[in-house]
DNA sequence: TGCAGGCGAGATAACGTTTGCGCAGAGGAG
DNA sequence: CTCCTCTGCGCAAACGTTATCTCGCCTGCA
């Protein structure tokens, strides 16, 4: 009788009661036909279908994930959303995500181990389906946290094993040696790489390729061109005087990430160097802002959107039974994009204070 | 009976009645517990909260939502993520919520009204218990259909009238103010200005704090120091390649936010126009960018975390009653941060080609 | 024509909370 | 000592779905 009487007034938002009195059927048929159960007869479908739209229904999430189990929420976890590495990749995440009719969740860690715990922890809460960990490196114990319960996870790189666990492999390797072979035929003969840390997997990665590209071209690295860097800013302009300063620099520098890159560019800047004049810079990531820096920065690509779209996809694959002609498989290209940061290699060497130099000599005049 | 026998595996998650068995109380109580109501006896209470501890707890939110009609989900809407100005607005926003026991549902709209329809849909269908419009400018009609759902919202700006709105004032006037008499100091006589689109309600205010500013220290503008640009890189290198064919160019041009600013000294760069020896530039928003330009970009900055506090509190307070000491104020600073890409005017205007010129000086020795 | 079998739709029990209501017990007043 | 009030806890009804079970009807075959 309550229950007959309910939810009469107009304003209120229909609920699946509302329907089902209008299409004059149960609300099992309408909750059948909303989710496509193949024995509801057309018919009375169409007449759901029309009730639906001009009451302008639309299923409580709540209730749904409440009696289903699921939220069809992801979670999105990733370092720090002022990097500009992430703002793309959550844009892929988030285009995909609602193509597949997932909401998402997201939260930056800012490399806080325990904030990282209450990102878990939130999202466990609410629930979500599945999470895609997006930092770089994650420690082993919150792991363990997410483990226990039944989620899936993808990661990028490293892979812990588990059947619920996915890994998107990045070729670095093409990129790199694109890289490489490009700063090779401009006439290089003496490049530089300015590494991550080195206790991020995908920093190590990215180094070796660098040293394979180099081998493979007949290159010989002097040991003093492989420097650690720490992918920031500051990392990358001290690294940069410190190979100025050795006195023997390379006259091309490629770099793990592009924050390191501009880094190396505002280095060069301060010591009057020009780029591309007297020194190459490659970066890597190709972030948005590289297009930005002057001189515009050649750059080794990743690209944040099929990355995106693998890490949803790994989840869905999880969740949602795929047909067994699908064969998943989560792999991202690296390629090179080369812009205004990169040339031929100058006659001779650059030195401080050289004549050369342009905004040098106009002071002394 | 089957009530008395679920949920006994040791893994699966604690439920209200795992609880309520381990303390020797009813459900009921342990709901209250959590919810913090003064009637249960505090005894009760540790013997409550004791159990929610050792079983590892939590409330399942969908049942919670589903029973009490409130999500605590925030939706947030912006313009585009890859624009470096909306990082900085999510990572507050994301912290503020989070502070006050909510979770957010990002969606951008990439300029694209149809996009824009559906991230509301979305949200609405999430039962969002607010909204954040942070882009700039809305469509009337896709504000109608929110303002029907009885959902608050806030807005930066603009204000659209109605009891559950909210507006964010800027206050635009101060750190531009700072901005025009610091180039006052400096001994600027001759300041132009690159607007954004003149649609925008937020490019209008900027212009005219502006006009403001300048007409306050007794300046006359030239009308076509005045130009419009549209907040973009693109914009602003055609806006400044224009001023300096005019051939009468300001020694000083401010614009409306960092893009346009990156623009200009990109076109000036290109002319081979030295930055600040030749040009003052000051940009505006103070993007995390702006540090990374060179030189680093002298910017009048608008904390976006600042603006996202607001929203929240705003949203927060039409959604709990605050107490009647509380007087909401929902307004933001903007202050100048002074870096390098101003300086004291050249003591000559800039020609191209001149022999001022450092680069092309060196090319023809 | 009668009966078995199958299929489609309706009734209803969950899902895990919050919350109004009633009731029991304690304490104070007459 | 009795009655009334007040306080604090438990019972049970929602919240809006999905999923299971059941029942009725139609079809086809003997």
Chains 1, 2 share one sequence.
Request: hydrophobic share 40%; glycine share 6%.
């Amino acid at each position: 009788m309550g229950r007959a009487k309910r939810n009469t007034s107009a304003s209120a938002r229909p609920d699946i009661h509302a329907v089902a009195r209008l299409a004059r059927v149960s609300i099992a048929t309408v909750s059948r036909t909303i989710n496509n159960v193949a024995t509801v007869d057309p018919r009375l479908a169409q007449r759901v279908w029309k009730a639906i739209d001009t009451l302008g229904y639309s299923p409580n999430t709540q209730a749904r994930a409440l009696v289903s189990g699921r939220s069809r929420l992801l979670g999105l976890i990733i370092s720090e959303i002022t990097n500009p590495f992430f703002p793309e990749l959550i844009q892929g995440f988030e285009d995909v995500a609602v193509q597949n009719g997932y909401e998402i969740l997201i939260s930056s860690t800012n490399y806080d181990p325990q904030r990282m715990e209450q990102c878990i922890q939130r999202m466990l809460e609410r629930k979500v389906d599945g999470v895609a960990v997006m930092t770089f490196g994650i420690e082993g114990p919150l792991l363990d946290r997410l483990a226990q319960r039944q989620i899936p996870l993808v990661f990028v790189d490293v892979a812990p094993n588990g059947p619920l666990f996915s890994t998107i492999e990045v070729d670095y390797r093409h990129g790199i040696r694109e890289a490489v072979q490009h700063l090779a035929v401009l006439g290089h003969r003496r490049i530089g790489f300015i590494s991550g840390p080195l206790h991020l997997h995908s920093a190590r990665e990215r180094q070796s390729a660098f040293l394979r590209a180099i081998g493979e071209i007949g290159l010989k690295l002097r040991p003093d061109w492989l420097q650690e860097g720490n992918h920031t800013l500051e990392g990358g302009i001290s690294v940069m005087q410190k190979l100025l300063d050795s006195g023997d620099p390379p006259t091309a520098i490629m770099t793990s990430n592009d924050m390191t890159a501009i880094g190396v560019l505002h280095a060069l800047y301060k010591a009057e160097a020009r780029v591309p004049e007297d020194f190459s810079v490659i970066g890597f990531d190709d972030v948005t802002i590289a297009q930005f820096t002057l001189p515009p920065l050649t750059s080794v690509q990743m690209s944040r959107h099929e990355l995106a779209r693998c890490a949803v996809l790994a989840l869905r694959d999880h969740l949602e039974p795929q047909p067994s002609s699908y064969v998943p498989r989560y792999k991202v290209q690296t390629k090179l994009i080369v812009r205004q940061s990169t040339g031929l290699p100058a006659a001779r060497p650059f030195r401080r204070g050289n004549s050369r130099n342009a905004r040098k000599a106009v002071a002394q005049s």
